[in-house]
């Protein structure tokens, strides 16, 4: 069964820097394309990056040119590298498939921006 651990958040001023760091277990990682999702406080879950097998990426406007998506396929590794964060960047992070069928949903990483 596929385990995701998601890790790197926590309270950073607006403007600041974070990086995410989701592990993967099992050997499915290198032929997925994984993505980051992040679900505020009322609001549903949605997809802000993802990044294919062979590393084509994909942002919503709303992270575009702020947060790099990258992984380590030999590490199983997902990273998500957030600058210029803004309050309405707070949520909760989590990492799964970004097409097909998603796993278990990890319990994420807690993002909380100040203003």
């Known amino acids: 069964q596929v385990q995701l651990v998601e890790s790197g958040g926590g309270l950073v001023q607006a403007g600041g820097s974070l990086r995410l760091s989701c592990a993967v277990s099992g050997s499915i990682f290198s032929i997925n394309t994984m993505g980051w999702y992040r679900q505020a406080p009322g609001k549903q879950r949605e997809l802000v990056a993802q990044?294919?097998?062979?590393?084509?990426?994909n942002y919503a406007e709303s992270v575009k040119g702020r947060f790099t998506i990258s992984r380590d396929n030999a590490k199983s590794t997902l990273y998500l590298q957030m600058n210029s964060l803004k309050p309405e960047d707070t949520a909760v992070y989590y990492c799964n498939t970004a097409t097909g069928v998603r796993f278990s949903w990890g319990q994420g990483t807690q993002v909380t921006v100040s203003s």
């Open positions: 990044v294919s097998s062979v590393g084509i990426r």
